[in-house]
């Protein structure tokens, strides 16, 4: 079986008992996560160490969170006040681990759907998605990749443009694909509301609800977006269902098309 699983936010005890909830087999069934697998939670550590031992079989694409652990890590930057991946940072095996988050792609093609973090631009088709997202990828493994996080926090440029430079581009796909929740048919982002959809800043909507999506007939799998409900769009799968908040961590079986949630064992 292949499951993509919403994002888990160091909630190490509940990722545990979703998997025994699922029969987890890792010799036979593999695992897609959504995105920031760290931070928040107080099990960071142990729940990266969980994905790289099952590395053959764990796959997952970056997150906000995720991203950031590595500015902290490999910039001047120092953690906000509410971060709680400190037990990564402290790890003897510290290196490793960041190491695997270098790796990690934006953004995974799943049988022509597409795995994320935050979504994808209205504007963008399967191609665009991943070709920018290897951009980024590109970078980060690079041997100059503390240098290109150390220029990659910022909200601007709000819109794609093919006239941007490489860095513009980069800094816009990872706000696209790791923050994005409302913006205008163009692409335009916006980062100050992140309630549900009923409560867009005025010219802005959610990513999905645009007409005309170049991914309408795509399935989107994605995280990010804890405040979503009752969304109820073909082929859009919210799978961020607020286990960090005391809510659910949630699995989408991509073989039997269906849902399994455990809800949150976190104190």
Same mark, same amino acid.
């Given at each position: 079986?292949?499951?993509?699983? /919403? ?5 190490? +005890? ?19 996560? #959504?995105?920031?697998?760290? &931070? ?13 031992s099952? !590395? ?7 997150? *906000?969170?995720?991203f950031? #652990?590595?500015v ?26 960041l190491?695997? #988050?270098?790796? !990690?792609? #934006? ?5 022509n ?9 209205? +504007? ?7 070709? @920018? =997202?290897?951009?980024?990828?590109? *970078? ?12 990659m926090? /910022?909200? =601007? ?17 990872? *706000?696209?694909l ?13 980062? &100050? ?11 802005? !909507? ?6 005309? !999506? ?20 073909e @082929? ?16 989408? &079986?991509?073989?039997k ?11």
């Amino acid at each position: 079986m292949d499951y993509a699983i /919403g994002d888990v936010q160091g909630c190490f +005890k509940t990722l545990v008992a979703l998997l025994t909830k699922i029969k987890f087999n890792p010799d036979k069934d593999r695992i897609y996560f #959504l995105g920031d697998v760290v &931070n928040r939670g107080s099990n960071s550590l142990d729940v990266l160490k969980l994905i790289y031992s099952n !590395r053959d079989n764990m796959k997952m694409v970056l997150g *906000n969170h995720d991203f950031h #652990l590595l500015v902290c890590a490999l910039t001047e930057r120092n953690p906000n006040k509410k971060d709680t991946f400190q037990d990564i940072l402290e790890a003897p095996d510290k290196v490793v681990m960041l190491d695997y #988050l270098l790796q !990690r792609p #934006l953004a995974i093609d799943y049988k022509n759907a597409l795995l994320v973090h935050a979504g994808a631009p209205p +504007k963008w088709g399967m191609t665009d998605v991943l070709e @920018n =997202s290897k951009l980024v990828e590109k *970078n980060l493994q690079s041997a100059d990749a503390p240098i290109f996080l150390s220029k990659m926090y /910022g909200d =601007s440029p709000y819109i794609w443009d093919e006239k941007h430079s490489n860095e513009e581009k980069s800094r816009y796909a990872i *706000n696209a694909l790791m923050r994005m929740r409302f913006c205008k048919e163009n692409g335009e982002l916006e980062f &100050n509301h992140k309630l549900n959809t009923d409560k867009n800043p005025k010219g802005y !909507r959610a990513w999905f609800l645009h007409s005309k !999506r170049e991914m309408e007939n795509h399935k989107i799998f994605f995280g990010h977006w804890s405040t979503l409900q009752n969304v109820k769009k073909e @082929n859009i799968y919210p799978m961020d269902h607020g286990c960090i908040w005391g809510g659910k961590l949630s699995a989408y &079986n991509l073989t039997k098309n269906e849902i399994i949630s455990q809800q949150s064992l976190e104190s």
